[in-house]
Nanobody, 119 residues
């Protein structure tokens, strides 16, 4: 059983910063990609940022230059540093981990953490 637990969401004013963290625990041999996705009310879940086990990163255009993703392979954690937050960043943020399973991979998700950007 694999579990992802997120922390760090909350209410912040426009222009402010937040740091999200996610820890992966359970029966883990290795983790491929890790990432953050978000879902705003009435919208589909979208990719925010991903990071490979080797440190390769990918960002949504809307967050480039403002958000930074990082991971600690030894601790099985992934973090998202969010700066210059905008009201349109308001959403539930979900941690994602892709684990190998034989010749396939399995996607695991956290429970989500609310980020609200408002004055």
């Amino acid at each position: 059983q694999v579990q992802l637990v997120e922390s760090g969401g909350g209410l912040v004013q426009p222009g402010g910063s937040l740091r999200l963290s996610c820890g992966v625990s359970g029966s883990i041999f290795s983790i491929n990609d890790m990432g953050w996705y978000r879902q705003a009310p009435g919208k589909q879940r979208e990719l925010v940022a991903t990071i490979t086990s080797g440190g390769g990163v990918k960002y949504a255009d809307s967050v480039k230059g403002r958000f930074t993703i990082s991971r600690d392979n030894g601790k099985n954690t992934v973090c998202l540093r969010m700066n210059s937050l905008k009201p349109e960043d308001t959403a539930v943020y979900y941690c994602n981990a892709v684990l190998p399973y034989g010749l396939k991979v399995l996607n695991y998700w956290g429970q989500g953490t609310q980020v609200t950007v408002s004055s």
